[in-house]
């Protein structure tokens, strides 16, 4: 009988599912309603059983005697047809007391209620509710699963809920590029001859965690990591969640993040390539899952970032490889021909830590507003400005002629730097930049006892964040222009 009700109650439930049937989310919800609905009746069997079962019990004296028990199955019979009437018969008023104009309003509620937003997709599928798509939408999140996009909607609920939970655990975001800001790569076929010696001197790919220098013979390249690497690593990653950003390949991206992060403790697959990128030769912060007000960058090519330069610190480029310095027009040795390397204690990314410990210090403990009001954009310029403060600057010759001085990069990093740039002398001024000692403003210089320095020395406090020794960066009489060099800019 029990199970003759279920099979009226699931016949009126396809009934009334049906005026539905093209709807995903609601056909979905149907299932899940029609195991409940058997739960609830199995559930509903157990109950209905015990009354039988306790006349069963009164009358177990007499369950041996097939002549007593007869009268107690007719009886059963006649229950069992009696209840099977009255569930029809509650089964037709259901359907005769629901119009159907207030049964599809009711639906209609139901359908709007439980409208899938189609937060994001696999391929032509909704992630949500399974549905296939007609169109693709959103931004595409491949280096998180390969195939998955998201709408704004989900990606900003996301973000909130994960900078809540980092501002609890006092973490912000931190993204770090590859080439020449973590490490330096070079083919094999374009190592010159006074770097041959470095193939005999390659660390172990067994345990890459002991090692600095890595021949990758798949590849055909050689990986040299910066020194300081690894323990930037380990300490930044207890202040942020990091991202590995680069302009290089997928394959090239992975491999590198298996170099820096045997383990996967720093950055699990928050790793993106220029597969990932929503715009050509251009890096954004449109896929990072984190808000923009909690991020911070490390990247040595500032036009890379032209929508982030407010999160962006810039490094000094590592350029280990003779190659690289040729890529970047330096006429030079390279670090690798003079056999030589970047300052474990006070390299740049060593001073760059020191950095980055006293934004997050003045992001969670110095700073008086709401947490989650606070941006660290705003502070990363509250400290740059500390750097040059007090300086007043002068130019010698070091724009073009008749170039607008206010526009030049020297200026703006100066300006950036708390110092105030102006274009005549006066007592208040501090420092005059030039490549010649010979020139009026120069002159004026040395015979008012004021700084002559080279503009190597606005660079060199902008990479090293802190003013460097005037002394190390004096213009002395018959100086050639400089030339670049692909030492440190603190040397």
Request: net charge negative; with cysteine.
């Amino acid at each position: 009988m029990v199970l003759f009700s279920i099979l009226c109650l699931r016949l009126l439930l396809i009934s009334t599912m049906s005026l539905v049937s093209d709807s995903p989310v609601n056909s979905s919800s149907s299932d899940d309603f029609a195991a409940f609905l058997d739960d609830a009746l199995d559930s509903g069997t157990s109950s209905q059983s015990s009354p039988e079962e306790d006349d069963d019990d009164d009358d177990k004296d007499n369950h041996n005697d097939p002549e007593a028990q007869l009268p107690n199955d007719l009886d059963t019979q006649r229950i069992k047809r009696r209840k099977v009437a009255e569930e029809l018969e509650n089964i037709e008023e259901l359907q005769a007391s629901t119009s159907h104009s207030s049964l599809e309003q009711t639906l209609e509620a139901s359908k709007k209620k439980d409208e899938c937003t189609h937060p994001g997709s696999f391929g032509e599928m909704c992630i949500l509710c399974g549905q296939r798509l007609q169109a693709e939408s959103g931004v595409t999140f491949g280096y998180i699963h390969k195939g998955l996009r998201l709408q704004n909607d989900e990606i900003v609920r996301l973000r909130n809920t994960d900078m809540k939970n980092l501002l609890r655990h006092k973490k912000l975001y931190l993204v770090l590029d590859l080439d020449h800001t973590l490490l330096n790569s070079t083919e094999l076929r374009d190592m010159t001859s006074e770097e041959e010696y470095l193939k005999s001197q390659t660390d172990s790919l067994q345990d890459v965690s002991k090692g600095n220098l890595f021949m990758l013979n798949l590849m055909h390249m050689m990986t040299k990591l910066r020194p300081f690497a690894r323990t930037f690593l380990k300490e930044a990653s207890e202040m942020f969640e990091m991202y590995i950003y680069t302009m290089g390949d997928r394959a090239y991206a992975l491999e590198m993040a298996k170099l820096l992060d045997p383990q996967r403790e720093y950055f699990s697959s928050r790793v993106i390539s220029r597969d990932d990128g929503t715009q050509k030769h251009q890096k954004g912060l449109d896929i990072v899952l984190g808000q923009e007000s909690a991020v911070l960058i490390l990247d040595d090519t500032e036009h890379a970032w032209t929508k982030h330069k407010e999160n962006l610190i810039l490094m000094e480029r590592y350029l280990f490889f003779a190659s690289s310095c040729r890529q970047f027009g330096f006429n030079c040795k390279s670090l690798s021909e003079l056999k030589s390397d970047e300052s474990d204690t006070d390299g740049a990314l060593a001073t760059v830590l020191e950095v980055l410990k006293q934004i997050h210090k003045m992001f969670f403990d110095e700073l008086k507003d709401n947490l989650v009001d606070r941006d660290v954009r705003q502070v990363l310029k509250t400290v740059k400005k500390e750097i040059l403060k007090g300086c007043k600057i002068v130019f010698s010759r070091v724009f073009p002629t008749k170039y607008q001085a206010e526009n030049h990069h020297l200026w703006k990093m100066a300006e950036q730097l708390g110092a105030t740039c102006a274009t005549e002398l006066d007592s208040s001024v501090t420092h005059v930049v030039s490549n010649d000692v010979g020139t009026e403003k120069s002159r004026w210089a040395v015979k008012h006892n004021k700084f002559l320095v080279l503009p190597r020395w606005i660079e060199a406090a902008n990479y090293m964040w802190q003013k460097k020794p005037e002394e190390n960066f004096s213009v002395k009489p018959n100086e050639e222009p400089i030339t670049p060099v692909c030492s440190n800019a603190n040397s």
